[in-house]
Structure formats: C-alpha cells, structure tokens
C-alpha cells in the first residue's frame, strides 16, 4: 500500500505544482488566504451583508472544527467573528456535491459548537452567518443570492428567531438583483475580466498568494494528506474515500474528471462506476 501512495502522490503533485500557478480565488486554500486581510474580508461582508454593522473581525483561516470521536470534523475556509461575538463563516464552494443545503446545516452546527461551553446557557448563543460562494446555481432559479432564516409555516411574517441565517450566492446568473459591488465580485469568481477597485484588490492578492512559498508548501502537504489519507481508505474497501478524493482534485486543481481518475490510477474497466458515482453523490 505505501508504494501505491508514493506513486498517487508523485504523480499529483507534478500536476499540482504546476496548477498552483494558475489557481484563482474560486480556488478554497487561495481563497482561504486571501482573506486573511481584513480590509479585503470586511468589504466582502458587507458586500452580501450590508444590514450587518460591525467595526472588527478576528479571522482565522482553514480552521478545524472536531465534533467528537468518530464524527466528521469540518474545516471551514473562513471563520470569522466580529466585536458583538457573531459568526461568519465563508465557504468557497466549485463543485456541486448535491448536498450543499444539509452542509450548511452541518457548518452551522459545527459553529454552534465553537460558541457554546458545557453549562452555558443556550442564550449566548452569538448569531451566525453561513455563506456559500458558487460558480453555479444551487436552487436553479437565475439568483446571484438566496438567503435563508428559519420561519413560521402557518403564520406570515413570523422568525423564530434562532440568530441562524443561511446564504448561498450564486456566480452564474445576470440578475440585477445584488449591488454591483457584490455582483463585480461574482463575476470574477466566474471568471469574467471585471474592471472595479476591489476586484483588482482581490486579483493582486491572489497574485501575491500563489507567490508565497511557505502558503505553496502548505497547499501541496495539505492536498498530499488529504488524497494519502483517502487513498489508505481506499485500500481498506472504502469505495466512498476514492470517490471524494476524485471530487477533491477536481475542486482543489480544476481537473476534470477523467484527469482526477488519470491520476488517482482508476483502471479503464471502473471508470464509468466511478464517473456515476462522483455525479451522484
């Protein structure tokens, strides 16, 4: 099993080395760093939280949330809280794993967790933002945003009120429903050229990021782990492990999916098994 790794792991890393070049912000480690800069993380937020007042956000990037003995963990891409204690957790999101709603649910879960001792009392409970960033549409109705809080079913108008709010903004869409601050915004994570102050911000720190060598090193162990680690689960008959680590090269190095299985060494005899299995899941 370890000489199957060595040759996964060679292989990806040739191909990671020389995508990391061209990584963009859709991309969740550079995006991840990226918005370690304040400046830049405060404007987005307001950008798609303009109610929202704050003065200063303490930030960590890439931080892991362990949510017990066998129960899957979560690494947000941003989390960040502001002076009054609140949430906002910023995930970017390139593939469409068709779960997208119960992974907002489990994030949220999952911050609830960070804020709550044993014995405290359910009321400091801080309010939390989740926010999902995709270059596709998750609910298929042209929005550039769709936001959520939990409402009453039989009566209009009234919140629960749990301080819970769930946003998925979509980079696919010509809508003229969001500012054009946010939009320009969208736009670049789709790819477009956009010429605005901020983009060109963004763009150079992007720029700045693919240029840090420790931030490279970091990207290349963490991808090498990642892939290691489903490739060990693999050899052990998880089928599931294989599945994801071929959805982890396709998010994190924009490979498509006959390139991931190229080079995760699928035979050509389960390749259409695993191609389904990757569009279902």
Not at 163 to 185: C, M, Q
Not at 201 to 226: F, G, H, I, P, S
Not at 229 to 238: A, D, H, L, P, T
């Amino acid at each position: 099993m370890k000489d199957r790794v060595f040759e996964i792991s060679s292989d990806v890393e040739n191909i990671a080395g020389k995508q990391w070049e061209t990584l963009g912000i859709s991309n969740d480690f550079i995006f991840g760093k990226v918005m370690q800069n304040e400046e830049l993380l405060t404007e987005l937020i307001r950008m798609i939280l303009p109610e929202l007042h704050f003065a200063k956000l303490n930030i960590i990037a890439q931080k892991s949330e362990e949510m017990g003995l066998d129960i899957h963990g979560v690494r947000f891409d941003i989390f960040a809280t502001d002076e009054a204690g609140r949430v906002i957790e910023i995930e970017m999101q390139v593939i469409d794993t068709r779960d997208l709603q119960k992974r907002s649910r489990y994030y949220g879960t999952a911050i609830d967790q960070t804020m709550l001792d044993k014995g405290v009392a359910y009321s400091r409970l801080s309010d939390s933002y989740v926010i999902l960033i995709c270059p596709f549409d998750p609910f298929g109705d042209g929005l550039h945003k769709y936001t959520f809080t939990n409402r009453c079913h039989e009566v209009d108008g009234l919140e629960l009120g749990d301080g819970t709010t769930k946003i998925f903004l979509n980079a696919d869409s010509d809508v003229d429903d969001v500012s054009k601050e946010l939009r320009d915004f969208l736009d670049y994570v789709d790819g477009k050229d956009v010429d605005s102050d901020y983009v060109r911000e963004v763009d150079e720190a992007v720029k700045a990021a693919r240029m840090n060598k420790e931030w490279r090193n970091q990207y290349m162990t963490m991808l090498m782990r990642d892939l290691e680690n489903k490739e060990i689960g693999r050899e052990e008959g998880e089928q599931n492990a294989l599945v994801q680590s071929i959805k982890n090269l396709m998010n994190n190095l924009k490979m498509n999916i006959d390139q991931a299985m190229d080079a995760l060494g699928i035979p050509s005899d389960q390749r259409s098994l695993y191609a389904g299995l990757v569009n279902q899941k």
